[in-house]
């Protein structure tokens, strides 16, 4: 009985024991429940915290982000309201300009700004939090260095300003407890849109091939010398270096010739044909309208005439045999300078040796003009050992009849370039028979006592025209002419002074080294030629984005611009290029196109912004073929810098060019230039390297499309 009762209570305690153990596991099950939903509770709290930081500090990083490209667009703008950049910024862009703006280009150095984000309005979202919420935006620029550390051009200092480097978008939020931070990269290069040294001229070419001049499709008859008819013939290369000069210009700038210097593109000219630098000799280039360069003769004139004491071979009276009509055979003897004012110095015995007494080319005339016409003339400076032809005129006249005055008005009938065996022969152009008569009896029928009368050809400096065209300080004949611009250093563009005397016309041969000035430090010295071959590793380095295709960068530029972002910046396709009329709707702002084979342009280039681009004002073009040719399929304007260094201009088509900005190539393939079609090079100052003001609107900065993000917990 007693062994019953003790099994029961057995039973009751192991049932009493197992109750407790499910009330102790029930237990601590509750209290890893409550334990655990504690945690979560709290790390769903932090997790919120967390988020409400990270979703700030996105927001300040896309204001950053959005900001800097605000601050890019500004500068790169080519509206003239928006010079200068850094006093002209818009309130919300000038913490932008006063820490990394100066000199209207990007800083060269570190820098760093805090975003004031007062006003700012929160994203969506965030208003609940804005009481507790710590935000803080810095934007700075960091790795910069310079672009090419050493351009390869001799003679070039480091080009500092053309650098690269990123922008920093540095956001750290805070809420409570709990920072989170969001960096946002840019990369960047900033680069100019001028080509260095190259860009103060023109016309550069490295090398010369072909016949330099040409006999014309149609010559005037009966005038000497041969006139040039542009509209019939062969139409020549007019270079327009800058504004055309009028009569009225000329006093006051020959009072100060170098700043009116400075404010033309130069020239020049380098290996002539056939490597002979006495082959660098321009043929005649009479003063026809339009085309002919007559630019020296005040208002147009063909002939400068001067009397001068003595009748030397032919200073007699002399009767034709059965004529009755006397002629005066050059009583008082007159001369005639042809195209340009050489004047008496040029008979001295120390020119002598420019004096040339055989034919060469007088029918030929110049297949270059290179400074301007005789309608826009354009004077210059031409560098490289460029010479010019010039005829001088002897001439007679009929005597008057009495009791006409003697020393009146008479007809003039200038004495004709002869051959020896042309002097013989019958009839000679531009004179009447009576007066070949006449002369050949004064001669003695011998061609030699004829030479001492009739026209010279003589070959002189090309900058000679620039000397009698400034130079008004003594009268023709006096022996005291003498051009002497002086170009002073820090105001000029030329580190030179040009000294002309009859006795030293080599002293206007500008060949050699050169120095350039600019805000009066000094930007280049060494030689020109070595200049243009150099340039490529600088034009390769400037490119930001590369393309395999021109089609495929047509289509960037058409994102960027749907997209509202700037396309201004260098650009390098793999291969040929091809300018078709689409790029002047997308190549906005200032872009150049750097090519690795041909450039051909097919259609006109003139950038048009649409009206949703209105910052696009200044739309310069760069178009360079690192080893190929350029190829001008067009007759249509090129608003552009054309760039072959290691090539060759060609033109294709008609034969015709119309460039305003200029050209510069290793080579100038004249014998291309032998066309009907109109061809002219047009100085653009946008483009002079030289010009300071040109320069400091030229830079413009290259963003990467997307920045890299990164996220970071700080606690």
């Known amino acids: 009985?007693?062994?019953?009762?003790?099994?029961?209570?057995?039973?009751?305690?192991?049932?009493?024991?197992?109750?407790?153990?499910?009330?102790?596991?029930?237990?601590?099950?509750?209290?890893?429940?409550?334990?655990?939903?504690?945690?979560?509770?709290?790390?769903?709290?932090?997790l919120g915290l967390a988020e409400v930081a990270f979703r700030a500090a996105e927001f300040g990083a896309r204001q950053g982000t959005r900001f800097v490209r605000a601050g890019v667009d500004w500068l790169n703008s080519s509206a003239p309201e928006t010079f200068p950049k850094d006093a002209k910024a818009p309130p919300a862009l000038q913490p932008f300009a006063a820490a990394f703006i100066q000199d209207d280009r990007l800083i060269e150095e570190t820098a760093e700004m805090r975003l004031p984000l007062d006003g700012s309005p929160l994203a969506e979202g965030l208003e609940p939090y804005a009481k507790d919420l710590y935000l803080d935006v810095r934007i700075r620029i960091e790795r910069s260095s310079p672009l090419l550390e050493d351009p390869g051009i001799p003679g070039l200092p480091d080009l500092a300003r053309e650098r690269r480097g990123r922008f920093v978008v540095d956001v750290q939020a805070g809420y409570r407890e709990v920072e989170r931070r969001v960096v946002s990269v840019f990369e960047f290069r900033t680069v100019h849109l001028q080509v260095p040294v190259v860009g103060r001229f023109t016309l550069l070419a490295?090398?010369?091939?072909?016949?330099?001049?040409?006999?014309?499709?149609?010559?005037?008859s009966g005038l000497i010398p041969p006139r040039f008819q542009a509209t019939t013939g062969i139409q020549p290369l007019v270079l327009v270096n800058g504004p055309p000069v009028t009569p009225a210009d000329r006093p006051k700038l020959a009072a100060d010739p170098g700043p009116f210097l400075d404010r033309q593109g130069w020239v020049f000219l380098g290996t002539p044909p056939d490597r002979d630098p006495q082959s660098l000799t321009l043929g005649l280039a009479p003063g026809d309208v339009p085309a002919g360069e007559n630019f020296l003769l005040h208002e147009f004139r063909l002939f400068v005439s001067e009397i001068e004491a003595g009748s030397f071979a032919f200073g007699r009276e002399?009767?034709?045999?059965?004529?009755g009509q006397s002629m005066r055979l050059w009583e008082t003897h007159q001369r005639y300078a042809c195209l340009t004012g050489l004047y008496e110095e040029t008979k001295t015995s120390a020119r002598r040796e420019l004096m040339v007494l055989e034919p060469r080319n007088t029918q030929k005339s110049s297949l270059l003009r290179l400074m301007g016409t005789n309608a826009a003339p354009s004077p210059t400076l031409v560098f490289g050992k460029v010479w010019r032809s010039y005829l001088l005129e002897r001439g007679i006249r009929r005597k008057p009849v009495p009791p006409a005055d003697p020393d009146g008005p008479a007809s003039a009938t200038a004495l004709p370039y002869l051959t020896a065996p042309a002097f013989q022969a019958s009839p000679w152009p531009g004179v009447q028979a009576a007066a070949r008569d006449a002369l050949l009896a004064a001669c003695g029928n011998e061609w030699l006592g004829y030479r001492e009368g009739m026209c010279s050809l003589v070959v002189s400096p090309l900058n000679e025209g620039l000397a009698f065209f400034f130079d008004q300080s003594a009268p023709a004949g006096t022996g005291q002419r003498a051009m002497q611009p002086a170009f002073q250093a820090g105001s000029a563009r030329l580190n030179r002074v040009l000294k002309f005397t009859p006795g030293s016309p080599a002293g206007l041969v500008l060949d050699g080294p050169l120095t350039l000035i600019r805000d009066g430090a000094t930007v280049f010295e060494g030689e020109v030629q070595q200049v243009l071959p150099n340039l490529g590793p600088l034009l390769r380095r400037r490119c930001g984005r590369e393309f395999a295709t021109g089609p495929e960068l047509f289509k960037h530029l058409k994102d960027l611009q749907q997209e509202g972002k700037a396309a201004a910046g260098f650009y390098h396709i793999k291969g040929p290029f091809t300018w078709t009329a689409d790029f002047n709707q997308v190549a906005l702002g200032g872009v150049g196109i750097v090519?690795?084979?041909?450039?051909?342009?097919?259609a006109g280039i003139a950038p048009q912004p649409p009206p949703a681009v209105p910052d696009a004002r200044a739309n310069r073009i760069v178009l360079a073929s690192l080893d190929g040719d350029l190829l001008?399929?067009?007759?249509?304007?090129?608003?552009?810098?054309?760039?072959?260094?290691?090539?060759?201009?060609?033109?294709?088509?008609?034969?015709?060019v119309q460039v305003a900005g200029l050209v510069a190539v290793a080579r100038l393939d004249l014998a291309g230039l032998a066309t009907?079609?109109?061809?002219?090079?047009?100085?653009?100052?946008?483009?002079?390297?030289?010009?300071?003001?040109?320069?400091?609107?030229?830079?413009?900065?290259?963003?990467?499309?997307?920045?890299?993000?990164?996220?970071?917990?700080?606690?």
């Open 595 to 602: 090519a690795e084979g041909l450039v051909r342009i097919v």
């Open 318 to 323: 002399f009767t034709p045999p059965g004529s």
């Open 676 to 715: 009907t079609a109109p061809k002219q090079i047009r100085y653009d100052p946008d483009h002079d390297w030289g010009d300071a003001e040109a320069y400091r609107r030229s830079f413009r900065v290259m963003l990467e499309h997307q920045p890299l993000v990164f996220q970071t917990k700080l606690r």
């Open 206 to 220: 490295g090398d010369l091939a072909g016949p330099l001049n040409v006999i014309p499709g149609k010559l005037a």
């Open 632 to 656: 001008v399929e067009t007759a249509e304007p090129l608003q552009a810098a054309l760039l072959a260094p290691q090539g060759t201009l060609r033109l294709g088509g008609g034969g015709g």
């Open 1 to 46: 009985m007693k062994q019953r009762t003790r099994g029961k209570d057995n039973g009751r305690g192991v049932a009493l024991l197992a109750v407790l153990l499910l009330l102790v596991c029930i237990g601590l099950v509750a209290f890893y429940l409550h334990s655990y939903s504690r945690q979560q509770r709290q790390q769903t709290f932090r």
